[in-house]
C-alpha cells in the first residue's frame, strides 16, 4: 500500500506543480531572458568582451598609427583623436527590466509607449565589464561615443551618468536616430558612425547587433551570416559583440516585421531551424 501511495505522488506531483502555474502562459522570451539574468554565463561573457575590448584599446593606444579604423571606408589615424563607439542598449546598459514586464503583461510584439516608459525612468543598470572598459577609455583621452536608437536623449544621459559612464558635455556624445549631418533619418547607424569617423580615429565599435558594426539594411539572414564571417579578422579586435539573444535585427531578418502576424512570425522561425548556418 505504501509503495503504491508513494508512486501515486510521484506522478501526480508534476501536475500539482503545475496547477499552481495555471495563469502562466509560454512566452518566447522566457528563456534568453531568464539567461541574462540568472545565468553566470552570461556575466561571465560580458565581462570576458569588456576585458577584450580593453585589451584591443591598450594596443590601439600604444602604435594608433598602426590601428585600423573600426569603421568602414575610413582610413588610417592620420593624427586624429582615438575614439570608441559603443551601442546603448544591452550592450552598456541592460534592459532585462523592461522584458520581464513584457513576458508578465504577455505581450508579445514590440511595445513603443511601455519602452518610453521605461526609459524615461532611467534605471537600467550597467552591464558587467562596461563601465570599467569606457572609465578606463576616458581615462585615457579616448573619446567615447554612445550611437543609439533610443528615443529620449536626456533620459539615456541621465542613465548613464547614473551608472558612472564617462558623457563628456563638451560635445553631443550621444547621438540618436535623425542626428546625422547626412540627413539620413533612418535606424540605420552608418551615417552617425562616418560622421564620427570623420573627426576621430575609431578604434573600437562595441555592439550587440550587426547593424552596430555596418550597415544590415535589407540583407537577408544568409547574406548576415555572409557579412558576419567575411569581417572574421575584426571580431574580438577593433569590433567586439556582446551576447543578446532576446531581441535585434537578427531576428527580424526571419520575418516581415510589418505585415507578419504572430503566427506567420513563428512559422517563419521554425522554418529556418533547418537552414543552413
Not at 14 to 34: F, I, M, N, R, T
Not at 77 to 83: C, I, R, S
Not at 241 to 246: A, C, E, L, S
Not at 255 to 274: E, Q, S
Amino acid at each position: 500500500m505504501y509503495v503504491r501511495a508513494k508512486l501515486l505522488l510521484t506522478w501526480l506531483l508534476p501536475w500539482l506543480a503545475l496547477s499552481g502555474c495555471a495563469d502562466v502562459k509560454p512566452h518566447e522570451k522566457l528563456h534568453s531572458v531568464l539567461w541574462m539574468r540568472q545565468s553566470a554565463e552570461y556575466h561571465a561573457s560580458t565581462a570576458q568582451a569588456y576585458r577584450t575590448a580593453t585589451e584591443s584599446l591598450k594596443q590601439a593606444l600604444a602604435d594608433p598609427d598602426k590601428w585600423p579604423s573600426a569603421v568602414e571606408a575610413q582610413g588610417p589615424h592620420g593624427g586624429k583623436q582615438l575614439a570608441v563607439i559603443v551601442d546603448v542598449d544591452e550592450t552598456v546598459l541592460d534592459n532585462s527590466p523592461a522584458e520581464v514586464a513584457n513576458i508578465k503583461a504577455d505581450r508579445r510584439a514590440f511595445d513603443v509607449e511601455a519602452w518610453k516608459q521605461w526609459e524615461a525612468k532611467a534605471e537600467a543598470r550597467a552591464i558587467d565589464g562596461a563601465r570599467n572598459f569606457l572609465q578606463f577609455a576616458a581615462s585615457h583621452g579616448v573619446a567615447v561615443f554612445y550611437v543609439t536608437n533610443r528615443f529620449d536623449e536626456e533620459a539615456v544621459r541621465a542613465n548613464l551618468t547614473k551608472q558612472q559612464f564617462p558623457v563628456d558635455a563638451s560635445e553631443d556624445v550621444v547621438r540618436l536616430q535623425g542626428e546625422c549631418a547626412g540627413g539620413d533619418r533612418s535606424h540605420d547607424k552608418e551615417c552617425r558612425r562616418q560622421d564620427i569617423a570623420a573627426k576621430y580615429h575609431v578604434a573600437l565599435l562595441v555592439g550587440d547587433d550587426l547593424g552596430d558594426f555596418f550597415s544590415v539594411q535589407g540583407l537577408t539572414v544568409d547574406q548576415r551570416l555572409e557579412r558576419g564571417r567575411a569581417h572574421a579578422p575584426r571580431w574580438g579586435r577593433e569590433w567586439i559583440v556582446i551576447p543578446n539573444p532576446t531581441y535585434g535585427s537578427w531576428e527580424r531578418a526571419m520575418y516581415d516585421p510589418v505585415n507578419d502576424d504572430g503566427g506567420t512570425i513563428l512559422r517563419k522561425k521554425f522554418r529556418r531551424l533547418d537552414a543552413p548556418n
